[in-house]
C-alpha cells in the first residue's frame, strides 16, 4: 500500500491500457509535492469536449491561409518590403504551428483522453508548441525593430536592411527556436503530460535542478523579448509624434508627387504602427500569463490548481489564431479609408509659428471650405518615403 502522498506509476495508468497507448518504458520522473514522484504520463479524471479545440484550429487555419493569400495579391502595393516579408514569416510560422500540434491533440480526445505514442509524440508535441510560440514573439519582435530602425535611422536603414539579412534573421530565430525546443528532449528538462492530459508542454512544476534550469530560461527569454518588443514599439511612438508635431494643414495647391509622397509616407508609418502595437498587446495578453505561471511555480515551489496551467496555455494559442485576423482587418487599404475620412472631417483653421531651422514649416490660416491635407515638415522623411 501507498500512503495518501504518493503516488504510484501503476494507479496512474488505467486498466485497459495497451502497448500502443503506454509504454512504461517511456515514464519519466519529476516531482509534484517536491518529494512524490510523477510519470511523464498522467490520467486525469476530468472531462472535456473536443469542440473548442476543433473551433479555434479552424479559425487559426483560416485566418492564416487567407492572410497570406492577402498579402501575396497585395504584393504590387507593399512590394515585398522587409516588414511584409516579416509578416508573412509570422503568418507561416503560426499556421505551421496550428497545423503541427492539432491533429495530435484531436487523437488524444478520440482515444479517451488517452495520449498515444509514448514520450517520442510526447516530446514532438511539446517540441512544437514551444517552437512556433518562441519564433512567434521573435518574429514579432524583429518587426518592432524593424520600424524602429527605420523611423529613427532612415538612411543607414536602406543602407544595412536587406533582402539577404532578413532572411538570415528569420533563419536565425527558427533555428534557435529549434534548438530551445529540443533542450529538453536532450536532457534540460523533461516532457510531461499537462492537464487535463490533451497535451504536453515541459515540466515546470518539478524542482529538479535541469526541470527548474529550462523553466526559468524559458520564461525569463519570453518577458524579456515581450519587455524589448514593447520598448522598440515606445520608442517608434514616440518618433511619429514628434514627426507628426512638424506637420502642417497646407492648401492643397496641387497634387504633385512630393505631397503624394509625404502623405502615403505618413500613411504607411501609421499603418504599420498600427498593426505593430496591436499584435503586441495581443500577444503580450496571450503570453505573458503563461509566462509568469512558469515563474511562480519556480518560485513558490507549489504545484496549485491545473486549470490555471490550461487557461494559459490556451491563451498562448489564441496567440496563433488571432496574429492574421489583426492584419486582415488593419489592412492598409482599410485603414486608408479611415484616413480619408479622418481628412475630410478636418474643418478647424490651424497655424504655426515658423521655426527657424525647419525650413519646411508653413504657418496658415485654413477656410473650413478648403481642401486641406497634413504634410512632413520634417526633412528625414524623405528617407522614409522608401519604407
Not at 107 to 119: C, E, K, R, T
Not at 229 to 237: D, K, Q, R, Y
Not at 257 to 286: D, G, H, W
Not at 307 to 317: E, H, Q
Request: net charge positive; glycine share 4%; charged share 15%.
Amino acid at each position: 500500500m501507498t500512503s495518501p502522498g504518493t503516488t504510484t506509476v501503476m494507479n496512474l495508468i488505467p486498466d485497459n491500457t495497451t502497448a500502443n497507448v503506454y509504454d512504461a518504458s517511456y515514464l519519466q520522473t519529476g516531482e509534484t509535492n517536491m518529494n512524490d514522484s510523477v510519470p511523464a504520463f498522467r490520467r486525469f479524471s476530468v472531462e472535456v469536449s473536443p469542440v473548442p479545440s476543433c473551433i479555434t484550429a479552424s479559425i487559426g487555419i483560416l485566418g492564416n491561409v487567407l492572410a497570406i493569400v492577402v498579402l501575396f495579391r497585395s504584393a504590387n502595393a507593399h512590394k515585398w518590403k522587409t516588414f511584409y516579408r516579416l509578416v508573412l514569416a509570422l503568418t507561416i510560422t503560426d499556421l505551421f504551428g496550428i497545423v503541427a500540434t492539432t491533429p495530435v491533440v484531436l487523437l488524444v480526445y478520440a482515444n479517451s483522453i488517452q495520449f498515444i505514442g509514448g514520450q517520442p509524440v510526447c516530446d514532438y508535441l511539446s517540441f512544437m508548441m514551444v517552437f512556433a510560440g518562441f519564433a512567434t514573439i521573435c518574429i514579432v519582435t524583429s518587426m518592432s525593430f524593424d520600424r524602429f530602425l527605420a523611423v529613427w535611422f532612415p538612411y543607414s536603414y536602406h543602407t544595412t536592411v536587406t533582402r539577404r539579412r532578413v532572411a538570415v534573421t528569420l533563419l536565425s530565430i527558427w533555428s534557435t527556436a529549434i534548438v530551445l525546443g529540443c533542450l529538453p528532449i536532450f536532457g534540460l528538462g523533461h516532457n510531461i503530460t499537462q492537464y487535463p492530459g490533451t497535451w504536453c508542454f515541459f515540466n515546470f512544476h518539478s524542482t529538479l535542478i535541469m526541470d527548474s534550469v529550462f523553466a526559468i530560461l524559458y520564461a525569463s527569454l519570453g518577458i524579456g523579448i515581450i519587455s524589448f518588443t514593447a520598448i522598440m514599439n515606445l520608442l517608434v511612438s514616440v518618433k511619429l509624434k514628434q514627426q507628426k508635431r512638424r506637420y502642417s494643414c497646407v492648401i492643397k495647391i496641387s497634387d504633385g508627387p512630393y505631397e503624394k509622397n509625404r502623405t502615403r509616407c505618413l500613411r504607411n508609418n501609421i499603418t504599420q504602427m498600427v498593426f505593430l502595437i496591436s499584435v503586441t498587446l495581443v500577444f503580450a495578453v496571450c503570453w505573458l500569463p503563461l509566462m509568469i505561471q512558469v515563474l511562480i511555480k519556480q518560485i513558490q515551489k507549489s504545484t496549485g490548481p491545473d486549470w490555471v496551467d490550461l487557461m494559459a496555455v490556451r491563451l498562448a494559442a489564441i496567440n496563433q489564431i488571432l496574429n492574421p485576423w489583426i492584419y486582415i482587418i488593419l489592412r492598409k487599404e482599410f485603414l486608408s479609408d479611415i484616413w480619408t475620412v479622418g481628412l475630410k472631417s478636418c474643418r478647424i483653421p490651424c497655424a504655426r509659428v515658423p521655426d527657424n531651422n525647419n525650413v519646411g514649416d508653413i504657418a496658415v490660416s485654413v477656410s473650413s471650405r478648403k481642401q486641406t491635407t497634413c504634410m512632413f515638415t520634417d526633412h528625414t522623411e524623405l528617407a522614409v518615403l522608401k519604407t
